[in-house]
């Protein structure tokens, strides 16, 4: 009876333990007839190659730790603007999906089914080779709103200066503190006498006022910078002041986003049809307004069928932003599982270093996700 | 005749109101097309803010004089109820009928009337639309990669007989049925693989041998996804077993290695198979590239199986379990005759799903140097004979996968509704 508990465990055990040993020899002998020593010791070397685009300051001179930093911010940076994009266009189209209006919920899933159904790959492709190749160049551009150029370099946006960001900074965090108290303050308010402030409208206004005050008392100041076009050479042109965004950016937001907000809608959709009928009904025979049984009744439910499959996708994101390899926009894979293999041959370390990174952002995510998707879940008594 | 009231249309004077909103809704579409075709701006009276809005708010005058309620003319209740509820509802409905107008015209154009298809050379593409010419030079290396035309029945070949081998299975005579299981598991792989072997790469037989760095396009695609898919199943079905099991050694290793697949992305992977693998093998041992790639999609897919089929399990009633137990089956009997048909039949939207993903993952394996259909897309348009065309490549390939697609999770649909039982 015992024997039947411990032999397959034992068994599974023995094939973990070959397995990784052969492996672990093989690698051993083959780094040594290679005469490759196993260690973390390069990520302090020069990493003497440039990276295109960079939220902190890099240049060749410094270490590959830097340079895997750059990628790291990179990625971070597409994976947060394609996470609140899509929620927002997800959430839309979602609702725009159960429209009664019969052109609005067409749109919808013409849209869904049209998105979900290419490679993604293909999607990147299709706007960084195709759709943004189409875009003039800088000196042909014309303005977008008065005050950005859309050229085939990538897009030209108005940069703000600050003067004491850092007193900006803090006067948020601060702000943010205060409507998270006064959020608490209000809900025990609600429970224990049953007053209801009108939260959201306080905490919008402490939002605005705090910051606000820092510009006329903190010697806050804002001002924009415009981009100019700059002629280089007699054909060349660019332009100076401003952020300018690199066309692989913007192609792969874009891909990212109309991918996974279709994923995120049919998410929406579900959890909201999930809500049972009677619900709507006996809230609003209670005598809510439709805003209230949206907002008290029907979501707080639906959210909790919502977040579990989203998180997914979340993750997907983050995970799909490495697909920027293909397109050259320097995330993590590219600069440090490309460029930087190439150059130090340390193919073992740097793919580990790189799995490892994602499985940590992976985690971290889905922990996080976990721990809100409890804290909406039904207290059961 | 009774009081016109124009804020509230009525039955009364439907024709009136009739008249009233399609003239204005003519007016707004009208507006909106000689703006957008003709670049004449019949409202530039007006300042511009308000006349870049104009097409918007007649057609929204329009929509409101046609919202008669029980106008007694079915078709038009039924459009009121559609798409004109209120004010609100119409300007979107409008917004989308602009957007139509305004997106439909030049897609058609550039797909159809502006189109080349004609002649075989770069200079045949003399309208402003897709030249498709390109598409019809390149056909063969989208389809058969780098594959020799000379030899390119080999891989037709090897694809009708897999499909007949595959359709052989519905005529199956009854007395054989309970054997299907084993022959799509076991027997049509092991078919497929000795083809692919002997057929496509060749080297025997008098056939001239093609190496697998040569195979591409979509034939490739189909190669990689096809037995991705046959592997991916059964490993994903013992690591789902693994990770339900009593046992905390096998628990465990299986957790993990769900976990950890599930949390990198498959562009890695395929890295660690192209650059790392190598290195934990003894030196001189050469794998092919192909199966490398194979492995590594079949290790990542096979996780993502797991977590789908473990839900199958989870979902099925505890009573199940209990009633098989109490019949003297032992573990494989339980699992085998009694869990697994039914949970894998709670689980086929979510398999399905898992095989559409890794459909559409197949493209990534251009970072070993395959090239599937994208990536010989990314050949083709470098290619200096043929610069510039990289929109109709996209586009093309964009449509077949997107049948391909479509069809899949429309089958899995069918698939879903056919299986299903009532509890």
Partial sequence: MKLKKILPQFLTLLFIVLIFGFFTMNAQENMDTRGIEFGFGFLKQEASFDIQFSLIDYDGSKSYARAYLVG???????????????????????????????????????????????????????????????????????????????????????????????????????????????NRYAKRKQEEAGIQYPKFLISLGIFLIIPALTFIFGGVDLQWSFPELKQLAKTSFTYEGGVGIPPELIALTLALTLYTATFIAENVRAGIQGIGKGQKEAAASIGLTPGQVLKLVIMPQALRIIIPPTTNQYLNLTKNSSLAAAIAYPDLVLVFAGTAMMQTGRAIEIVAITMATYLTISLSISLFMNWYNKSIAIKEK | MSKVNLLKPNKENINLFLGLGVLFFTLGILDFYLNNFYEKNITGFLPGFISFFTPLIFGMIGLHFVRIEFSGIKKLDELNKNINTSNFNAALSFSIILLLIFSIPPLLNWFIFDANIAGDTKEACTGGGACWVYIKVWFNRFMYGMYPNAEQWRVNATFIIVLVFMGLGYFFPLRFKKYLTLYYVIFLPIISFLLIYYLISGGEFGLEWVETGAWGGLSLTFIVSFFSLIFCFPIGMMLALGRRSDLPVVKYSSLTFIEFWRGVPLITVLFMSAVMFPMFLPDGTYVDKLIRVIAAIVLFEAAYTAEVIRGGLQALPRGQYDAAKSLGMGYWRLHLLVILPQALKLVIPGIANTFLALVKDTPLIFVVGLLELAGMLGLAKTNPKWLGFSMEGYVFAGIIFWIICYSMSKYSYNLELKYKTDR
């Fill in chain 1, 72 to 182: 790291l911010l990179n990625t971070l940076l597409v994976s947060v603007i394609g996470i609140v994009l899509c929620t927002i266009l997800g959430v839309v189209i979602g609702v725009a999906r159960l429209s009664p209006n019969y052109l609005i919920n067409k749109t919808a899933s013409v849209y869904i089914e049209f998105f979900r159904n290419i490679p993604l790959l293909l999607q990147i492709f299709f706007w960084y080779f195709a759709a943004l190749r189409a875009l003039p160049m800088p000196e042909d551009a014309s303005l977008l709103l008065g005050t950005s150029y859309m050229t085939i370099k990538g897009l030209y946006t108005p940069a703000p200066i600050w003067n004491n960001f850092d007193v900006f900074l803090i006067s948020l965090i601060i702000s943010l503190i205060i409507i998270f108290f006064f």
